[in-house]
């Protein structure tokens, strides 16, 4: 009984080391997509001097993002000295990825209760929504045609 105790408790932590590393992986590779863009816009790397240069960086700032893959935490958002600029990654101000916000409202319309998604999206993201959460994606839902 204690070996297949041991094997399962090996197994749980082999299965959260995976899911840490891509997390991780997931993060880095969002990282470095925003940093390119932002390259792009400006026209320059980092401390490269060029003509084409059409800006300058101002720095970076924290967020988090809800993906179907779990939510990413600490994400570095890069920021261009001359004010906010949108990225094509996702919009401004999105916490929540709009495939997550279909699942919750594709739950919510096949007649599951809220609380249940609450916690079907908390099991699987990591981050619990709340009633407004899930009745406002509803409302969204219900106004495309």
């Known amino acids: 009984m204690a070996a297949l105790e041991l094997i399962e408790n090996l197994t749980e932590r082999a299965w959260a080391e995976i899911e840490d590393k891509i997390m991780y992986a997931l993060k880095t590779f969002i ?4 940093e390119e863009e932002l390259t792009q816009r400006l026209g320059a790397d980092r401390y490269e001097r060029t003509e084409e240069r059409m ?3 101002g720095g970076h700032y924290r967020r988090g993002l809800t993906t179907r893959f779990g939510h990413i935490g600490d ?17 401004r101000y999105e916490r929540r990825r709009w495939d997550v916000d279909a699942g919750i409202g594709r739950l919510f319309l ?4 809220t609380r249940k998604i609450k916690g079907v999206v ?14 406002r994606i509803t409302a969204c839902l219900e106004e495309e045609p």
């Open 75 to 91: 994400l570095r958002m890069p920021r261009p000295a001359q004010g906010p600029a949108p990225f094509t990654l996702f919009e």
């Open 122 to 135: 908390k099991d699987i993201t990591g981050i619990p929504v709340s009633g407004k959460t899930v009745s």
């Open 55 to 57: 800006g300058y960086r």
């Open 110 to 113: 096949l007649g599951v209760s």
């Open 31 to 34: 990282e470095e997509l925003l």
